[in-house]
């Protein structure tokens, strides 16, 4: 891990990405049908708005080429405040995230 996320880390160091107990949100899972090729897909809650970015599936997302199975299988996705607090505070390119209306 590079020395700057473990700084970062170390000291809580997360911005306005931080959910109200202070912690960064990395992951979650959903129920949404994933299959190979979405990596990098939007995932968008009910007003539309971007919440993450698919990132994997469970083992059982990967029978989804031939059918869905709501009650087995789970799309693993990257939080959105992670992806900005990694452009921003890790690789220092906040003016790529000043460009971007974010919703609170």
Excluded: H
Excluded at 7 to 33: H, I, Q, T
Excluded at 73 to 96: H, M, P, S, T
């Amino acid at each position: 891990m590079p020395e700057k996320l473990k700084e970062l880390y170390a000291a809580s160091d997360y911005g306005r990405y931080a959910n109200k107990k202070g912690e960064l949100p990395v992951a979650f899972l959903s129920n949404l049908d994933i299959t190979g090729g979405n990596s990098g897909s939007p995932i968008l809650n009910g007003k539309g708005e971007l919440i993450g970015l698919a990132f994997d599936g469970n083992w059982e997302a990967m029978s989804g080429d031939i059918a869905f199975e709501p009650e087995l299988q789970r799309c693993i996705g990257v939080d959105v405040r992670y992806v900005l607090f990694i452009i921003e505070k890790f690789a220092g390119a906040k003016w790529l995230v000043d460009e971007l209306d974010i919703v609170k």
